[in-house]
């Protein structure tokens, strides 16, 4: 505080014109409106209390007379204890829905029409291109050979079919949980691929199972499909004499490798689990233990 002795009238006259101008109005201007809000908000000089009582709903606001002459002061309170309920509601997830405009519930309503129209379009895309459904097409190409194959193709179809769903589905997951379209890509080859081992295994089950080959004669091919060869044609058995006659040999490409044997039958086993399976993470196991007895096959076949 700045004191001015009296007896100098023409020093204190310039000090204060002094003062003035060095703080200008909008300096002041914030420290104006603090102090009119402080006073609009401030109880009275009576003493009377201002309280404040919330319902789950809506704001009760007890105030007193004073304030209640002030419009200003009424809107500002209102606003606070407004906001302080919604935060209430929203923390506690209780939080009223907000009506929807006119202009809002017309958006809504023309979206449910283009879904409507969206739902009929594609089902008559369903039924104009039912013919050229995987199972459709396929049976369109079979009904034109002897119906005596018929049951072998359907069972390659399910097969491959079976697989090509797990695929999907696994695809599916992968990006559900987040990955990438390289990492879902990955995955469905994973489960849709076969192996020419395991094609090979396969066509040789079910050509034994239709009676298209003996299992006997089959049992002379490896797991590559192809005949042993020798050097000698001493050793070579006779593939189809009823009584065969070979001579004793120490090759060990004659004498059929009993793992091999066992582990293809393994592969049927798991083939079959795997078409009457309905859980996905089954199949999926299913699959990898598919892919691991063909690998044990193949590094038998080449030792």
């Not at 590559?224 to 070579?236: I, S, T, V, W």
């Amino acid at each position: 505080m700045i004191r001015i002795n009296p007896a100098c009238p023409l020093l204190a006259k310039n000090i204060q014109d002094t003062i003035v101008n060095k703080i200008s109005f909008p300096k002041l201007l914030p420290v104006v409106l603090v102090i009119v809000a402080g006073s609009l908000i401030l109880p009275s000089i009576n003493n009377e209390q201002t309280a404040f009582a919330e319902s789950n709903t809506e704001p009760t606001i007890l105030v007193s007379d004073t304030l209640k002459k002030n419009p200003l002061a009424m809107k500002i309170i209102a606003e606070m204890e407004s906001q302080k309920l919604k935060y209430k509601q929203l923390s506690e997830g209780k939080l009223p829905e907000i009506p929807l405009t006119k202009k809002q519930i017309e958006i809504e309503k023309n979206k449910k029409i283009s879904e409507e129209i969206l739902q009929e379009d594609l089902k008559s895309m369903e039924k104009k291109y039912l013919d050229f459904t995987p199972k459709n097409a396929f049976e369109k190409f079979i009904s034109k050979l002897n119906s005596t194959y018929h049951g072998i193709f359907w069972d390659q179809f399910d097969y491959l079919n079976a697989k090509v769903q797990l695929a999907l589905a696994a695809k599916n997951q992968v990006l559900e949980n987040g990955g990438s379209l390289y990492e879902a890509q990955q995955e469905y080859f994973k489960y849709a691929s076969m192996p020419r081992l395991e094609m090979i295994s396969y066509i040789q089950e079910l050509n034994i199972k239709y009676g298209f080959a003996d299992s006997q004669i089959q049992s002379n091919f490896d797991a590559n499909g192809k005949l042993p060869r020798f050097e000698d044609d001493k050793d070579a058995p006779c593939y189809g004499c009823e009584n065969k006659v070979t001579t004793p040999s120490n090759n060990i490409d004659i004498d059929p490798k009993a793992e091999i044997k066992i582990l293809q039958e393994k592969l049927s086993n798991l083939r079959q689990e795997f078409l009457n399976s309905n859980d996905i993470e089954e199949k999926k196991f299913l699959v990898n233990s598919l892919n691991d007895t063909v690998k044990k096959i193949q590094k038998l076949t080449y030792l």
